[in-house]
């Protein structure tokens, strides 16, 4: 018989009709000598209720339907008699595909920290499967979104000699083996002999080359994975992740921001509209974590994504959010680790979350920063002290989204890139797009884990990635 899944089941079939369907034993409990198991497949955070009589059961058979062991059932869909389901199905055949002694993932609570130490089983709970299905949810709904504005995607490629961010510390990609490198006349190693005859990295970013492919298709988007060697180790930082990337010609700051705004938004509800089960599961965590206070982060979750959506995002300038910093209480009362002394000051994430979570309770969206503290590619506004950059800030996350409009005019782009020690002679292909048919462009990317966390609400980028990658733990 053909294998139906239980989310399918749970949701259409009728009593009376007969159903194949195969999973994970989640629970098992033997009442008045009938044995009720839980059967998750991980089509849906919903378990079905099997239903079978010992007596139809070899011994062996009996002893192996353990929490962690796979099975395929094959029986009756019946009217449950229980309050906890509409239907069960009552097995007539049942083989135990795979046993599960030893288990580590018995059916109790475990601490999150314990489960990502076992990630590769990790899949097999509630909570993982609600995040993982919401995840993938937003990827799929990045993609229809930017399909149906007419963007073309791009993949960018992974291994790069560029470094986008100009300050990005990066992963080596090379052959050349550690200990015999050869070596050029003053020492230096000979990239000559390398695999690419050249320096050459993971990518910290794919905009350089979007921008490329944004001056002749004008709309299009980077989405995969990113590389940061930074040595960071938060709540909020992966050394590998997923950034969406998108670059569109004629577009100014405002447009930038206006595009990034939409998308959020409609990530936000696609998600709500699709995945009303596991945001409700997810929603009654954040209820009991965090019972009776009520800030912009403790709220439950689904009132943090209706807030989100409710209203325009907040814009101020960064000499707004400097001048708002500095005359603040924490500022003054010695609260932030970094005290803002004045214009200029980087925004450290306790600022970021001062703003979001304490003055405006919502989106903050930063326009208009020092040009010292940005990278090369941001374009100069009039002041010649700032830049036209964007970031997004959201509550309990932070920096969310982070971009600009670039700077198209080359003599202004070659004079930065000098003042900032960029490399030019790497990047004429870049500079290239400025010499023929330059246009004004922008774009911004957004982190895929940072979304993931925000509206899952979960309180650890590594909870919401399959398999982390972080300083010291490339497990799996
Ligand atoms: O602000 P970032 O570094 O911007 C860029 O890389 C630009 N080239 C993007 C562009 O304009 N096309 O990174 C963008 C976003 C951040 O706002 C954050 O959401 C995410 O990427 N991000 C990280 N997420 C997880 N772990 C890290 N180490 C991250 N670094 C950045
Ligand atoms: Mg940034």
Redesign the pocket.
Known sequence: MKRIKIKELLATTQVGTQACVKGWVRTKRISKNIIFIALNDGSTLHNLQIVVEPSQLPEVTLQSIVPGSSLCVEGTVTASQGQQQRIELHGKQLTVLGDAANYPLQPKKHSLAFLRTIAHLRFRTNTFGAVFRIRHAISYAIHQFFHEQGFVYLHTPIITGID??GA?AMFHVTTLAPDHLPKQEDGSVDFLQDFFAQRTHLT?????E?EAAALGLAEVY?FGP?F?A?N?NTT????E?C?V???MAFYDLKDNIALAETLLKYLIRFVMEQCPDDLAFLHQKTLAAQPSRNTETTLPLLERLERIIAQPFQCITYTEAIDILKASKANKKGKFVYPIQGWGDDLQAEHERYLVERFFKQPVVITDYPNAIK?F?MRQNEDEKTVAAM??LFPG?G??????QREERLDKLLTRMQQMKINTETLQWYLDTRRFGTVPHS?????????VQFITGMEN?RDVIPFPRTPGNASF
Do not use: K, N, W
Request: no cysteine; net charge negative.
């Open positions: 986008a961010e990005g910290v970013s794919g905009q350089l979007a980077t990113t940061r930074e960071s909020r930082h992966l050394a992740f950034m990337e998108p670059e990278a590619y970031d997004i996350i920096e969310i989204v982070g971009g600009s774009g911004f990317g957004l982190g895929l884990e940072r979304l980028i």
